[in-house]
């Protein structure tokens, strides 16, 4: 790393920190890497002073829960920590392959990798948790498909709460769901696609939230999409089960009619949901069910998703627009700002153990500053990396204009 | 009988174009005066067929390409019959040849094929929505000869078109499609055709094998054979691929000719005059008994494939009016 750069004064921006309470204009003082100081104090004359009038200055986004480490298109999204899946070539399941990963992004962006539960995400044998977790994995994941042995699982589960690792679970019944590429449903009927019912995950988030109560560790769903399955969640949260749920923007925004004209890029694990669902989604985010927003990341090449539907790799790029999409649902009155950025940084920060998601003094100087108006239309050919967002051409309000980790700006508009 | 709804019906006029689309790609994407067209046309191809001589090569230099992706007897020869009886250069490509199978990717199949400038392709693939993918892609028209489990078009309308002959009409008749519904491309185009141009259609299933919310595409779900084939006065038979059983969709075909093969038994409770069809090929002793389907008077299975090559002279015919220049007619995909 290089030198410590200059003092920065973020000056006169809506300052939200959702971990310290803090919603209101005043200068953010950056000094030596580190969150210096929050007020309406002048800043020092040899500070370089940013002027953020009308913009909100925030926490640099925590995403928890990407495929690929993919620093521009994290940069663009206001992104400074990213959480990385397992699911890569090979996947995470040596403490070998989790150091590495730990290093890729650095120093722009820091990537915290979760271990694969099981060698070679299998499902079977367990991977080396405790060694892996000594080598930097903030966490445990069954990667893109859930684990089938329900004896794999409670192992899994039980070993994992010995070392206070948070498990993170892909909840769908991989029996049910085994050639599936839409929810069972009107749309698909008609589509003539191989479909699953939409309780293949009521199936399996049951299943995790006995074991998790069972076992006492930490569970955390990545994605819950259905009105049954988070019911299930609200009533095990009530009588103390530690399960936190999350979500990617498109199944709080689409349903199962956005396959329509078989729309790969539409093609998304766990699939689209019906309305019901997806209203079901809304009113757990409004009520904090639903506690952290991730982009889901997952670039395909065109080749992978420029195949019939059934052919096309599931998964969606998300990083650049996770932020704006997040407003839209501020917006339509979801949830409020300070809420959302909590969902996007402070709630996973804590998840997993990490520095960041807090502007309070002595935090890492990890900050995006946007501009929470400003409109722009989904271009998918103005992206990073990979254009392949169900959100193509959508007009959304919110863009980034900064992004500060460790006091480096490495993004501005 | 056709004439009440023919195109060039006064209902038409005014500058109304009777069918336009550059691709026939789906049932779903029609209006039910489309389809009435599309049947209008293949009725003049009827008659015509049956004559000894055949003189009509209107589509004389134009290059038809077969793309089948998935294995075909009788739409790939089909389709091949009622492009050369037109006149037209027909060369088919089976899965056999294909550069697929060599890696590469459909769309750079497609692109191939476009290159060599065809004036109409012909595709059938085995993935839901692949022909709408490539037609995408492609600057001719494209005909859907069977995509997964999504659609079959040209079976849906030669299904409709021996029906209207044989029974006079199609509204307010009561049809029974029956079988392996879940699966089955046929029986969604034919839902949806058969519930636009007026019938009563009913689902006749095992639970295993209907698709939820069959409803959507305008059909009545029955999983007791007798009961779904009371009164009908169509009953549309699908055939069953034995490895269901490995799905474990069924138990044994023995078990499913037992609740679900058309018998005579059975069929006792259908209308006297009932018309039964099939798509073919049939497994005899599976999902049909033997002599229901050589019963002349009341099977259809041999006048279908009559009217599926009619049907795809018209649909080849229609669709290419564009580039032939005809007047009136624009796209074809151009």
Redesign the interface.
Known sequence: MTASPKPLCLAGGRVICPATGHDGIANLMIGSRQVTGLGDAPPPSHAETIDCTGLVVAPGLVDAGVFRADARAFQMGGITRAVLMPDQTPPLDDPALVSFARGVGKPDVWVHPLVAATRGLLGEELAELGLAREAGAVGVATGRRGIASSQVMHRLMAYAASFDMVVVSHAEDPDLTREAVAT???YA?????H?A?AFAETLAVARELRLAEATGVRLHLRQVTTAEALALVRAARARGVRVTAGITPAHAMMNETALA??RSFCRLSPPLRCEEDRLAVVEAIADGTIGIIASGHDPQSQ?AK??????AAPGMAGAETLLALGLTMVGAGTLRLPALLAALSTVPAALFGLAGGSLAPGQPADVVVFDQNAPWRIAPDRFAGASNTPFDGLPVAGQVRRTIKGGDVLWQV | MASAHHPDHPALAGGAHPFPHSHLLAISALKPWEMLYLLGEAEKWVDYNRASARTDHRLAGLTQINAFFEPSTRTALSFEIAGKRLGADVVSLGVAGSSVKKGETLLDTALTLGAMRPDVIVIRHGSSGAVQLIAEKLDCPVLNAGDGRHEHPTQALLDALTIRRRKGRIEGLTVAICGDILHSRVARSNFQLLASLGAKVRAVAPPTLMPPFIESLGADPYTDMAAGLEGVDVVMMLRLQTERMAGAFLPSTREYYRFFGLTEARLARAAPDVLVMHPGPMNRGVEIESAIADDIVRSAVTEQVEMGVAVRMACLDVLTRGRRGIEGWTGGAA
């Open positions: 069972e449903g009107e009927t008609r589509l003539g696609l479909t019912p004209g078989f080749e420029r195949q019939p539907f059934a052919d």
